[in-house]
């Protein structure tokens, strides 16, 4: 798959909004899972959007960012982004970006491509 490569990140206060994203250079035509997780300091990586294209497009989310984050994909540029609104102080993490033939549920460990990671700080 080529190296991962997170864009986006920075600081911004709380109910503000941020946009990463994520190049995939290496990505080959086909079917591809796509997805965001993030690790707070001292916390465990864990999932926060995933995209799986195929025919279609399915997307799941983590129940705390429902109705505030949104992933989608462009498959031309193999690029994914995702569009973070209404940011609280407890999505302050470095956020990751994945890829794999399947998408293997929200926990880090069904996947083995990662990028390098952007920081997202949520402050006042």
């Known amino acids: 798959q080529g190296v991962l490569v997170e864009s986006g990140g920075g600081s911004v206060q709380p109910g503000g909004s941020l946009r990463l994203s994520c190049a995939a250079p290496?990505?080959?035509?086909?079917?591809?899972?796509m997805g965001w997780f993030r690790q707070a300091p001292g916390k465990e990586r864990e999932g926060v959007a995933l995209?799986?294209?195929?025919?279609?497009?399915?997307?799941y989310y983590a129940d705390s960012v429902k109705g505030r984050f949104t992933i989608s994909r462009d498959n031309a540029r193999n690029m994914m982004s995702l569009q973070m609104n209404s940011l609280k102080p407890e999505d302050t993490a470095m956020y990751y970006c994945t890829i794999a033939k399947s998408c293997r549920g929200m926990s880090p460990s069904g996947y083995s491509y990662w990028g390098q990671g952007t920081q997202v700080t949520v402050s006042s």
């Open positions: 995209i799986y294209t195929d025919i279609g497009d399915t997307y």
């Open positions: 290496g990505v080959t035509a086909g079917s591809w899972c």
